[in-house]
């Protein structure tokens, strides 16, 4: 049998924002989320030994239950009502998405093997308790589901598709160094006092192709707190500005930042520049299902 693969794409947060702190520690955030060509790719096929077997081409990625991609083939399998210790599948992730990165690198890749899962047991599951599996693994899994453009609500898994009038080009740099989700929502003041995005003003930018509007209304509120622990995002935030990108920021919890370009040329010219100094810069444009 061919093996199943999937694609796995990041996402960067175009902003965002805390509107409070829950009971259980998590935050209620108001972001605004797009899918970008970057890409795992995560092939399914059958083994030789009992079990499910995760392989990889990073070496640093857990292999064992730590693995998202295990995680969500747990929950898959156990939805499905499947033994996987009666299964022999191997799961391979052909890693691009750096990690721990701001970039959803993770969940892109527990989406994606709901999707490959699904295909290779030949099932089908309900839009909305895919979502709720998927919430279970982590709060970017729903919106890795869904893909495209959206505002993203609640713990973040409460979403709005948006219409986007014009394709971005961008370039990304992540820093040599990594920050934890959890110490940076930790580190986190509600009186910080952060700049915070406009996000109905970005919504109406992103729908009539308003770059200029778009780029002043951008913010995330959690790019201090994650400055103040890696300072070297400033400078790469700096660098992609000098090399003609109208607005750069910092991606979900960091430290990856990201700059947008008017046009694939000038992307391009910046990466060939930015990849001289940072071993970790990638190109990508946004990807758009509606
Ligand atoms: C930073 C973002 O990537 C922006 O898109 C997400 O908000 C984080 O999404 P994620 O990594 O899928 O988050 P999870 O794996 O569910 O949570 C990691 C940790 O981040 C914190 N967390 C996450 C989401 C949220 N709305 N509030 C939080 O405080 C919690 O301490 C949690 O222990
Ligand atoms: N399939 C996977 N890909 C990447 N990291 C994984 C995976 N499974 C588990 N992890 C672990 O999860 C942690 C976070 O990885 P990930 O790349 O998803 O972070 P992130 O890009 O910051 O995500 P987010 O933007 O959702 O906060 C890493 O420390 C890594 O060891």
Not at 127 to 147: T, W
């Given at each position: ?23 259980d ?42 693995n ?17 210790q ?6 391979h ?49 729903p ?19 948006l ?28 009186a ?22 778009l ?37 979900g ?24 100094i ?13």
């Amino acid at each position: 049998m061919e093996p199943i693969r999937e694609k796995a794409y990041a996402k960067v947060n175009l902003s965002l924002d805390i509107l409070g702190k829950r009971q259980d520690g998590y935050h209620e955030v108001s972001m605004i989320m797009q899918q970008i060509s970057l890409h795992d790719l995560i092939e399914i096929s059958t083994g030789r030994q009992p079990g499910i077997k995760i392989t990889s081409n990073k070496s640093k990625l857990p292999l064992n239950k730590n693995n998202l991609v295990y995680k969500a083939a747990e929950k898959l399998a156990n939805y499905h009502q499947i033994h996987l210790q009666k299964e022999s599948i191997i799961i391979h992730i052909e890693k691009n998405i750096p990690v721990a990165a701001g970039l959803a690198g993770g969940s892109a890749d527990a989406a994606a093997t709901f999707c490959a899962l699904n295909r290779y047991w030949k099932k089908e599951v309900a839009e909305n308790d895919l979502m709720d599996l998927g919430k279970e693994i982590g709060a970017d899994v729903p919106y890795c589901l869904m893909g495209g453009t959206a505002l993203a609500e609640g713990i973040g898994e409460k979403l709005t598709p948006l219409k986007v009038k014009t394709p971005m080009w961008m370039v990304l740099v992540k820093p040599p160094f990594s920050a934890s989700t959890a110490e940076v929502y930790k580190a986190f003041s509600m009186a910080s006092g952060n700049r915070r995005p406009d996000n109905q003003k970005i919504i109406e930018a992103l729908s009539k192709g308003k770059l200029a509007t778009l780029a002043f209304f951008m913010e995330n509120v959690l790019q201090p707190v994650t400055t103040s622990m890696v300072p070297e995002i400033e400078k790469v935030q700096k660098k992609l500005l000098e090399f003609n990108a109208f607005h750069a920021m910092m991606s979900g919890s960091g430290t990856t930042v990201f700059g947008l370009f008017k046009t694939r040329k000038k992307a391009e010219s910046a990466y060939e520049k930015l990849r001289k100094i940072y071993q970790e810069t990638y190109i990508a444009h946004t990807i758009h299902h509606r």
